[in-house]
């Protein structure tokens, strides 16, 4: 009987998820994905795993949804000419970011390349910690540079928004 639950679950969680792809409209989408991510808690419950269900209802289903619902509210819908030339004058103030991006990424790849060289003096072990801030240090490296560019993005928005305010 649970596993006809767990396809049950999956079967609608992928249904939801492509509702949320495959429609026009953004507060839907993020609807969706607020949908998609109650039912993966409902299977996480399921599958034994609460304190995952539980992260995963906070913050993707909880949080990720008001971010994404509040973002869409604060946008407007601009012309093709307004986009053209905010476009330009976007590229013309930001120019350096990609330069940023393409410095970061090839010091990860020679961090990638050559993990014998232990930048920090850092000897993993077999405790989580150790593992996940010495063994792991190039997947949190691109999550924080994935965070910071989000960072980035909303400042972008916020100080344009402002800027169109006054």
């Given at each position: ?164 305010d006054e």
């Open positions: 009987m649970t596993l006809d639950l767990n396809f049950v679950l999956l079967t609608a969680m992928i249904v939801s998820a492509v509702w949320a792809v495959m429609t026009r409209s953004l507060l839907m989408s993020a609807v969706g994905l607020a949908v998609t991510s109650i039912i993966l808690t409902m299977l996480m419950f399921n599958l034994g795993s609460p304190l995952a269900a539980v992260f995963e209802l906070s913050v993707c289903a909880g949080l990720i949804t008001v971010v994404f619902v509040s973002t869409i509210s604060l946008t407007k819908p601009i012309t093709r000419c307004e986009l053209k030339e905010k476009t330009k004058n976007r590229i013309k103030r930001y120019w350096y970011l990609p330069v940023i991006l393409v410095v970061l990424f090839v010091v990860l790849g020679f961090y990638m390349v050559y993990p014998e060289i232990n930048f920090l003096g850092l000897y993993p072990s077999n405790d989580v910690r150790d593992v996940m801030w010495k063994l792991r240090t190039t997947d949190i490296m691109g999550q924080m540079i994935i965070l910071l560019a989000g960072v980035f993005g909303v400042v972008v928005l916020f100080k344009e928004r402002a800027k169109d």
